[in-house]
């Protein structure tokens, strides 16, 4: 979007026609409101930026199917010509007419059409330049069938749509909706708008509305349909003084057969402009983020760069110089932070006189007796189209971001040492940051802070990835949340093309499941349930099934997409990207035809994360035999977007997508601690009705608590067979080794004699415990040093837990060769019969160790499982087995032997 610099924001209001209460639709669904149909076509107006068309930017949605657009405004219009009087001069007529084609045509090519060309919807900037206002009323109302008025002023529209009629989809009269008005009737329009202007008044105003459109209708009978017109407004003189060339235009404009009349685009290559065409330079829209093209292919240098360096950039000037650094921001962003500073938009009309409360009494429809006669309240004047444009005031916003230094604009990104998770963003607002993240979002300074921030990063992505990555641990705006995931999934290239090359039309077997899944997806959200959100979750969806072959559509697809669409509605592409991307990271082989291999290990796993870090826990739910299977397949299969709501699950994958595919284990475990208490205190009946209506989560506290577990996790100890495939070693992600320990998967670690061996399931399942590398040991345990073995993923020592290595083989054994620092508790002696710990001087080691990651270490697996079950029996947390026993480490020579004692 293009910056504010002199515009404004305005609103204006309308209603949607109100649906039957007691009609459904053919799928047995109540019908869709028109208000939401509205919403969702309303989208793709977000995207169509011209210099000659005023951006739009939210539509909001109220009560009794109340609409409020917000868009680009200007003061000034074409009207304010009207007002003066007088005829402007012809170089002025036609500028207005080349710039009026010129946005007319750029609609055209996005399938659109005005078809409400008034003096008052024809803004000029502080310029002189045009900008078409209320270009895409036409277009969201589907072409007036939505809403209980006409779309256009009957003055200035075309004779083929006068002749239509109105329609109206209720009214049983009409059978079938006319054809929808074409770019040709916008050009009868202007060419009424440009006579005005050359003749110096309005015309076809004076008579009533039905004279007028039978008037118009019988131009159809004349020769030259603009003298017939300034005869009959008595401003035949000064037709006849208006140059040969303004004539022509006048006269192609206003050809009364539509077949005759020239399109927009026809007109703006025609000689009759051609002296002005040459003064303009064709628009180039701006390079996306995501695109082969270069998005600095236009930039321009001066000659001479020393001159930048002369004097202090006016961007870092103060702001009592006058400087306004708000202008200069995205109009998007302005009006997004409106509306965090207190923006209320039914405020602002109401305080206009636009929206205006009635009593109840006063809105009771009417009814017919028997006989005919009518009581009640007729047409309520306020259902129909009040086109005012109410401009919204910044000076709340801007009294809020007074204090706000410039250099905040414009942020510097070279400092490369900026500690994590402190953000080089946030020096000023330092305080801020500690506050709870749904604080942070509704702060405006802060959020300014972190847009212009976010915004430059982006900009310069992929070189900035690692700075992305990094600031996204603080917090992500919600405003960018859609690129910032793009981003952080590593989402590069040329998307559209990729997106356009497939096939999302032929029909496939897949349909059907799509068709029944998309109307059941997060239709509280208004946007995804609208028409237009059903419409691209099915080519989105589609897209991916049908460019993963050796993959299956299965139930949950649709909640995974969800995000990605809801973020990048308007673009879906991107939101194809981001899930192709998604979901090789953190979902590999799920959507296998047959993934039960697949699904049991990944349970499997989570079992023995949840016996990990909560034993009671573990063994409670395991005594009930409610496992995973029967609550957690949702979960994971859809990354917890079929348990959670939108709002929810955008700040749970803020830091899901920060961490490698084992972190929705944390999460996993971190929901049922919540649920903790109600869980050990219920038997198997209540926990199914527990978990069929999921309580309340405090997702804040989720993601802080998943961070925790993931800390405490050995990274070995999520180990997958099943996982994705190792990346090739020259691909880092463009992450540095501080984000990459978190970011990476152990997949992806070179593979050593000291790497964790795969297991068959059966054998997985038979342990309680997860096992762990002996990398990981060497890590947790400090033994790498000078002429040592050295791990690629040893951790700082800031962040590096407490460890017990518990060596279980016999003392003889022991004292042949252990661990430093290993503790010898024989397993023969630690356990009573009847499996309780025995008391003695070793085990109260063990007991002081309790909390701490304890590692269990024997020459035969059997029994390190068997000492790892007795120890979650008895509830100790952290809980581990050594893969591979103590045979993985003799090769290591870091194996020590006892001095003899003299």
């Not at 008579?207 to 005869?231: H, P, Q, W, Y």
């Not at 499996?835 to 007991?847: D, I, K, N, R």
Request: negative net charge; glycine residues 6%.
């Amino acid at each position: 979007m293009h910056p504010l610099r002199d515009a404004q924001l305005g609103a204006f209001t309308f209603f949607a026609s109100a649906l039957p209460h007691d009609v459904c639709g053919s799928n047995g669904l109540p019908l869709t409101p028109n208000s939401i149909k509205i919403l969702g076509r309303f989208q793709i107006l977000k995207t169509i930026t011209h210099p000659r068309l005023c951006q739009y930017v939210d539509i909001s949605r109220g009560k009794h199917e109340r609409l409020v657009v917000v868009a680009e405004h200007y003061e000034s219009s074409l009207k304010d010509f009207q007002k003066e009087g007088n005829p402007i001069s012809l170089e002025k007529v036609l500028q207005i007419a080349y710039e009026a084609l010129e946005g007319l045509e750029f609609m055209n090519k996005h399938g659109m059409v005005h078809r409400t060309l008034a003096p008052h919807n024809i803004l000029m900037d502080c310029e002189g330049k045009v900008k078409l206002s209320k270009f895409g009323l036409y277009h969201m109302t589907d072409h007036g069938a939505d809403v209980d008025f006409p779309i256009g002023y009957p003055s200035y529209l075309a004779p083929e749509v006068i002749a239509q009629g109105s329609f109206h989809r209720s009214d049983p009269s009409h059978r079938e909706a006319p054809l929808p008005s074409g770019p040709k009737t916008d050009v009868w329009s202007l060419g009424l708008l440009l006579l005005e202007l050359c003749v110096g008044r309005c015309l076809l105003q004076s008579i009533n509305i039905s004279e007028r459109l039978k008037f118009i209708l019988n131009l159809g009978c004349m020769d030259d349909i603009i003298t017939v017109l300034a005869e009959e407004h008595g401003c035949l003189e000064r037709v006849k003084e208006l140059p040969e060339n303004i004539l022509a235009l006048l006269r192609k404009c206003l050809t009364f057969n539509p077949c005759k009349r020239p399109t927009p685009a026809e007109l703006l290559r025609d000689p009759v402009l051609e002296g002005v065409s040459c003064l303009y330079t064709p628009f180039l829209k701006p390079v996306g983020l995501f695109s082969s093209s270069l998005r600095c292919a236009q930039l321009e240098l001066p000659d001479d760069i020393s001159e930048l360096c002369k004097s202090p950039p006016t961007a870092y000037r103060n702001t009592a110089d006058g400087e306004d650094y708000l202008a200069e921001r995205s109009i998007d962003e302005v009006y997004y932070l409106w509306c965090l500073a207190g923006g209320d938009l039914e405020k602002e009309l109401t305080n206009k006189g636009i929206i205006q409360s009635k009593p109840p009494v006063c809105t009771l429809p009417n009814f017919l007796l028997e006989d005919g006669e009518s009581f009640g309240q007729g047409r309520d004047r306020s259902f129909l189209l009040d086109d005012t444009t109410v401009t919204l005031s910044l000076c709340q916003l801007k009294n809020r971001l007074k204090d706000v230094a410039g250099e905040v604009y414009y942020p510097l990104l070279e400092d490369e040492q900026s500690s994590l998770p402190h953000s080089n963003s946030s020096n000023e607002l330092s305080a801020t940051v500690t506050l709870p993240l749904i604080i942070r979002e509704r702060d405006t300074e802060y959020q300014l802070l972190r847009i212009v921030l976010f915004d430059r990063l982006l900009q310069a992505y992929p070189f900035k990835k690692n700075q992305v990555w990094r600031e996204a641990r603080v917090d992500i705006p919600p405003l960018l949340r859609g690129l910032a995931w793009a981003a952080l999934l590593g989402v590069e290239g040329d998307i559209q093309a990729k997106y356009e090359g497939i096939d999302k039309d032929t029909p496939i077997p897949t349909d059907r499941q799509i068709e029944v899944d998309i109307p059941r997806c997060h239709q509280y959200d208004e946007l995804l349930s609208s028409p237009q959100g059903h419409v691209k979750f099915r080519r989105v969806l589609k897209a991916w099934v049908v460019s993963h072959p050796d993959l299956v559509y299965w139930q949950g697809l649709d909640s995974l997409c969800a995000p990605f669409l809801y973020l990048n509605f308007n673009n879906e592409a991107l939101a194809y990207a981001c899930m192709s991307a998604f979901i090789p990271k953190y979902l590999y082989n799920f959507f296998l035809k047959d993934n039960s291999h697949v699904i049991q290990e990944y349970l499997t796993v989570f079992s023995q994360m949840i016996a990990f870090h909560d034993p009671e826990l573990s063994n409670h739910l395991n005594e009930i035999g409610f496992i995973p299977d029967l609550y957690a397949i949702p979960w994971f299969l859809t990354m917890f977007t079929h348990v959670f709501p939108l709002h929810k699950i955008f700040h749970l994958w803020d830091t899901l997508l920060l961490g490698n595919s084992s972190f929705p284990f944390c999460i996993g475990v971190a929901i049922l601690q919540q649920l903790r208490d109600r869980l050990l205190a219920n038997g198997f009946n209540e926990c199914i009705l527990l978990f069929s209506d999921l309580p309340e989560i405090d997702i804040e506290r989720c993601v802080r608590e998943s961070i925790n577990l993931f800390c405490w996790t050995p990274k070995s100890a999520t180990y997958r067979q099943h996982a994705q495939p190792p990346k090739p070693p020259a691909d880092n992600n463009g992450f540095s080794k501080a984000s990459s320990y978190f970011s990476s998967d152990y997949q992806d670690l070179p593979k050593t004699d000291l790497s964790r061996e795969p297991l068959r399931l059966s054998d997985l399942k038979a342990e309680v415990s997860p096992r762990i590398s002996a990398e990981d040991l060497i890590d947790l345990c400090e033994l790498s040093g000078p002429g040592h073995f050295k791990t690629p993923t040893k951790r700082t020592k800031s962040s590096k837990p407490k460890i017990l290595a518990l060596d279980i083989r016999s003392s003889e054994d022991f004292n042949r060769g252990h661990i430093s620092g290993s503790v010898n508790i024989p397993y023969s002696t630690a356990f009573s019969p009847d499996g309780e710990l025995v008391q003695c001087a070793a085990t109260s080691t063990l007991q002081s160790f309790r909390g701490r990651v304890i590692v269990v270490i024997s020459h035969a697996m059997k029994s390190a499982a068997m000492f790892t079950a007795h120890l979650v029996k008895v509830n100790y947390p952290r809980v581990c087995i050594l893969d591979g026993g103590i045979n993985k480490m003799k090769p290591t020579g870091l194996l020590t032997v006892p001095s003899p004692q003299i």
